[in-house]
């Protein structure tokens, strides 16, 4: 992998980058480095809930994210997901929940930089993929600038290169997860630092990018851009990245066709027994800026409802513009 790969990601969000929305994204860009939501080593080692690993071929290239702090169940995981197929292996050390705390895991190692440092050592000789990390600026009111350093100094020893940085704090007691990615101030600058001070790193930026106008102000800067959130309420804008940041022809023009591809899809993940209204919600989204969004948006909800796609396809490409 080159710094090239990192250039721009999407996030790894709970109850949205699943394999259905992934693969829609992939329609519509095919540079753009992909990432599973966040799945507890917990869950494979003890739940063996390994439909949790399930991707699509068309998705690479893609990372898992993984959540856990025992270094042996992480190197199992780590193990598994490379027989799997996945591209890079990345570990959380920035969601601040309270029942990933519980599972000490998550922002709150963030207070434990040699632990991360030997996790991530071992995961990396464990497997020949990249390991990477995601983490927070600091935790609660260990907010300066020196913290992050100390922390960077120190996980960089277990060998890693690739850090995805979310330019905020993580508040572990008072905010919800919702509420820590926007309350706590973003401090770009604070990423911008620290790719000065460890050029031999691949820094990547994450947390309240909202386009791709600012995700290039950021790459003056930094190695990469990671958007979530908007990425996922405005999955076409995803399209020009191939133009934008990789000088090629983009993956498609229409919407229409993206759509149609989709439902294909779709259809064909209904007879392995995929939910439907799993599948449909990701297309919310595709409409957004169109005269007909909010119609486009009340047709998915109604095939939703109804748990019935079947007659309705053309109904939803008429109401796409393009």
Known sequence: MSFDDHKFCVAPMMQYTDMHDRYLIRLISKKVFLYTEMIATGSLVYGKCFNQLDFNNEEHPIGVQLGGSNINDLVECSKKCEQYGYDEINLNVGCPSDRVQKGRFGACLMLEPQLVAECLNNMKNAVE?????????????????????????????????????????????????????????????????????????????????????????????????????SAYENPFMLKDIESQFYGIDPATNSKKEI?????????????????????????????????????FRIKVLEIIKNNSLKGHEKELEDLLIY
């Open 129 to 229: 993929i990249p390991v990477s990390i995601k983490c927070r600026l600091g935790v609660d009111n260990n907010e300066s600038y020196d913290f992050l350093y100390n922390f960077i100094s120190i996980v960089k020893k277990s060998g890693i290169n690739i850090f995805i940085i979310h330019a905020r704090n993580g508040i572990l007691k008072g905010l919800s997860p919702r509420q820590n990615r926007n309350i706590p101030p973003l401090k770009y600058d604070y990423v911008y630092k620290l790719k000065k001070d460890f050029p031999d790193l691949e820094i990547i930026i994450n947390g309240g990018i909202k386009n791709l106008h600012q995700s290039s102000e950021h790459l003056k800067k930094v190695d990469g851009v990671m958007i979530g959130r």
């Open 259 to 295: 759509l149609n591809q989709y439902l294909e899809y779709v259809n064909k993940q209904l007879v392995h027994g995929h939910s439907l209204s799993k599948m449909m919600k990701h297309l919310f989204g595709l409409s957004r800026g169109d005269k007909f969004a909010k119609s």
